[in-house]
C-alpha cells in the first residue's frame, strides 16, 4: 500500500462548511496527487504536489485549495463545500525519481458526502 | 484534450474463461500505459507499460501495448470470481507533473 494513509475515511458535512482531508505517506515520495472518483467519469486529478510548498492545479480544481508543508502530509481543503463536491477521495503517490511518473499507488479513500 | 477510451464497459462471464479488456486513447504526448484493479475500495497496481509489443505478464494477467494503433489490453485467462471489479486503464504524458489522464473503467463480473 506504499505507506499512505487517508483521514477521515468517512465524513458527512453540511453545504457551506469548510472541510480538510488528509493524505498522510511514510515513504519520503516527491510526488502527490489528490483526485476524486463519481460515477461515470472515473478518477478525475484535482491538485497534485511534486514537493514541499509546491503545488499545482489539476482539471477539476474549482472550489479546493491544497497544502504541503512537509514531505508526508498533503492537505485538501474544500473552502464551502458544495453538493456537488459529494464523492469519493483518492490521494496518490507516484514512484517516479526527477519528473517521472512510474505507477502510481493509492490511498484508501475517503466518502465525503454534502448534504 | 487527452483522452482514454475503455471497452467494453461493463462485461459478465463465467469462471474458467477468458477475457479481454481493451483500453484505446488520444494524447499528445505519451510516455506510459497503466492497468489497475478496483475492488470495492482503492485501485491496486496490475502493470506499467512503455514499449510496443513486449507482454507484460503476472500469473493469470496478461497486457500488451500498440503505439502505432494507440491501445492496449489487458487478458486474463482462467477467469474467477475473485477477478470480479473495475479494471481501469490510465496513460501518463510528460509534463509539469506527469498527468494521468484515466479511463472510466470496464466492470467485470465472473459468476461460478
Known amino acids: 500500500d506504499a505507506g499512505i494513509t487517508q483521514s477521515p475515511r468517512h465524513k458527512v458535512t453540511e453545504t457551506g462548511t469548510p472541510v480538510t482531508l488528509r493524505c498522510h505517506q511514510t515513504?519520503?515520495?516527491?510526488?502527490m496527487y489528490w483526485y476524486r472518483q463519481d460515477p461515470g467519469h472515473g478518477l478525475r486529478l484535482i491538485h497534485y504536489?511534486?514537493?514541499?510548498?509546491?503545488?499545482d492545479k489539476g482539471e477539476v480544481s474549482d472550489g479546493y485549495s491544497v497544502s504541503r508543508s512537509k514531505t508526508e502530509d498533503f492537505l485538501l481543503t474544500l473552502e464551502s463545500a458544495t453538493s456537488s463536491q459529494t464523492s469519493v477521495y483518492f490521494c496518490?503517490?507516484?514512484?517516479?525519481?526527477?519528473?517521472?511518473?512510474?505507477?502510481?499507488?493509492f490511498g484508501p479513500g475517503t466518502r465525503l458526502t454534502v448534504l | 484534450e487527452d483522452k482514454v477510451v475503455q471497452s467494453p464497459l461493463s462485461l459478465v462471464v463465467h469462471e474458467g474463461d477468458t477475457v479481454t479488456l481493451n483500453c484505446s486513447y488520444e494524447v499528445t504526448n505519451f510516455r506510459s500505459l497503466l492497468w489497475y484493479k478496483q475492488e470495492k475500495k482503492a485501485p491496486t497496481f496490475l502493470f506499467m507499460l512503455t514499449s510496443s509489443g513486449i507482454e507484460k505478464k503476472s500469473g493469470r494477467l496478461s497486457s500488451i501495448l500498440d503505439k502505432k494503433e494507440l491501445f492496449s489490453i489487458l487478458n486474463i485467462t482462467a477467469t474467477q470470481t475473485g477477478d470480479s471489479a473495475v479494471y481501469l486503464c490510465a496513460v501518463v504524458t510528460p509534463g509539469g507533473y506527469q498527468k494521468v489522464t484515466f479511463g472510466i473503467g470496464t466492470k467485470l463480473q465472473v459468476i461460478p
Open positions: 504536489s511534486y514537493g514541499v510548498k509546491d503545488t
Open positions: 496518490a503517490i507516484s514512484t517516479g525519481k526527477n519528473t517521472v511518473v512510474n505507477e502510481q499507488f
Open positions: 515513504e519520503n515520495h516527491r510526488y
